[in-house]
């Protein structure tokens, strides 16, 4: 049994909570939160564990093998020091900090103490996600050549963070997990409608080495809730709509085939369109397998698929982004 403390049991900390209290293999033992309320129920909720506002006695507990973080971002790098200095492994949540310096300094931390450092990218766990990874992997797609993003709702509007720094983390790690790389430049524009400059809509684009691009559209004033990835390839075109409840993944035989015309010795362009394919995904819980995978790779001492040099890439993305934001949306390279 890996025994583990999750620091943070707000709004999504709880579901942390619930998930490393059920997971096999796992002793919830300490649940740290600095709210009397929030205690007071998880109180109710887990008896078996011990549940605190003070950080220095779970750190100080030489039994606790693991710290989840999920306190919000401008403390992650704190918490998630201490936790790795007193030589627990540690998972924190997206984005593991607000600057690649101290991402750096994490992931070097934990790999001179050989600890496990994981971050929260849920959605390397999906398994629409993964699907989609494993179409560009077998080469179902023909050559990968863009992806754009979609994440927009009418709310929660963040007041510690922008649109950028809230919602784009999950695609910038989708993004590059499905390419395997990471982009050469980003470049971002966006705007403050509601709290002076905090923006609440944000564009932005990711160039790769090879010419692959990647679009984002962040925003939390829109009439529309939308979660939606749509990566095109050379031969088809795959769409990922989380916001449907069964049919996730949708696969359109669709694409432009370019050759060379015998005749007159011109490149012709010819559109081909066929069948779309509603292929079966696995269910279950995200969150469940990101949880079980952390526990996972500690047991079994392996890296996290999210490891923290995944975690330090995202944040440069985004660190990227936020300069190209405060210079009009001028490109900055990476």
């Not at 607000?98 to 103490?113: F, G, R």
């Not at 929660?156 to 390419?179: G, Q, T, Y």
């Amino acid at each position: 049994m890996i025994s583990t403390a999750v620091v943070g049991a707000g709004n999504w900390g709880r579901n942390l909570v619930r998930n490393f209290a059920a997971a096999p293999g796992s002793q919830l033992k300490y649940v740290c939160d600095l709210n009397e309320k929030t205690r007071q129920a998880l109180k109710a909720q887990y008896p078996q564990a011990t549940i605190t506002d003070d950080y220095s006695a779970v750190l100080a507990d030489a039994s606790v093998q693991a710290v989840v973080v999920a306190v919000d971002a401008p403390y992650h790098y704190k918490i998630a020091r201490q936790a790795l200095e007193a030589g627990k492994h540690t998972y924190v949540e997206k984005p593991l900090t607000l600057s690649s310096k101290d991402s750096k300094e994490l992931v070097d931390l934990a790999e001179k103490k050989k600890l496990c450092l994981m971050v929260g990218h849920l959605l390397e766990y999906h398994p629409a996600v993964l699907y989609m990874k494993d179409m560009i992997s077998d080469g179902d797609i023909g050559k990968p050549l863009y992806l754009y993003f979609q994440r927009l709702n009418l709310g929660i509007v963040r007041k510690a963070e922008n649109a950028w720094w809230s919602l784009a983390p999950h695609d910038v790690s989708v993004a590059c997990f499905l390419f395997d790389a990471e982009p050469v430049s980003v470049s971002a524009s966006g705007q403050a409608y509601l709290q002076q400059g905090i923006e609440d809509v944000v564009f932005a684009n990711l160039k790769f080495a090879d010419g692959r691009m990647a679009h984002i559209h962040v925003s939390w004033l829109d009439p529309h809730k939308i979660r939606k990835v749509t990566l095109v390839g050379s031969q088809r075109m795959v769409v990922f709509d989380d916001m449907e409840a069964s049919e996730k993944i949708r696969v359109y035989d669709k694409g432009a085939d370019v050759k060379l015309s015998v005749e007159s010795y011109v490149e012709a362009i010819t559109l081909r369109t066929g069948d779309i394919l509603l292929p079966k995904i696995a269910g279950g819980e995200p969150l469940q397998t990101e949880c079980r995978h952390f526990l996972e790779s500690i047991e079994k001492n392996t890296r996290p698929r999210s490891d923290g040099n995944d975690g330090l890439r995202v944040v440069k993305v985004l660190e990227a982004g936020s300069e190209s934001l405060a210079k009009g949306g001028q490109p900055v390279n990476l």
